[in-house]
């Protein structure tokens, strides 16, 4: 007779080594990395905040994993993403799997090695591929429904540092 919440014990159990073999971690930024507002100044430039909480989880990060970004939009936040230390970024490719395919390929890593957070429906495709799914609490349902982690927090508040950790914890590298 199974004990009540083995499933939840073997899911987590699931999760921990999913993360544990993470080589690459694949992050959108509109809904992700930010909170999917878009600010434009009086001269319309276009604004986007990042949350601080989601960097030191990068940078805690960043020694562990390779980082990238595979975003729909224009290369407007390449500047704070070189400053954490991406060194994959792919910007203005709606559909992302022919991105990360060329990306995976060129690093010579299995779908099993990366993990990716995205949190909108076209981001399905390429979460159905990666070994590590995710999104962020404010996600779309679809998404939500598709992954194997769903943070707490929203995008852009703290959703990527909540990966960040598991991805640590799951190597033995959180130091907290």
Not at 91 to 117: H, I, T
Request: hydrophobic share 45%.
């Amino acid at each position: 007779m199974k004990r009540r919440g083995g499933a939840a014990a073997s899911a987590a159990r699931d999760l921990l080594a999913r993360a544990a073999g993470v080589k690459l971690l694949l992050l959108d930024v509109d809904g992700v990395l930010t909170d999917g507002r878009l600010y434009y100044s009086d001269r319309g430039e276009e604004l986007k905040a990042f949350d601080v909480k989601d960097g030191h989880g990068i940078v805690h990060l960043r020694s562990h994993v390779a980082l990238g970004v595979i975003s729909g939009r224009p290369g407007l936040a390449r500047k704070r993403l070189e400053e954490l230390g991406f060194r994959h970024l792919v910007f203005s490719q709606r559909d992302k799997l022919p991105a990360y395919e060329e990306l995976r390929a060129g690093l010579g890593l299995e779908d099993r090695e990366v993990a990716y957070m995205g949190d909108d429906v076209n981001d399905l495709a390429l979460l159905a591929r990666v070994g590590l799914s995710a999104a962020p609490a404010d996600a779309r349902p679809e998404v939500l429904a598709a992954v194997r982690f769903v943070a707490r927090s929203p995008g852009g508040r703290g959703a990527v540092r909540e990966l960040c950790e598991l991805l640590l914890r799951a190597r033995g590298a959180w130091p907290f």
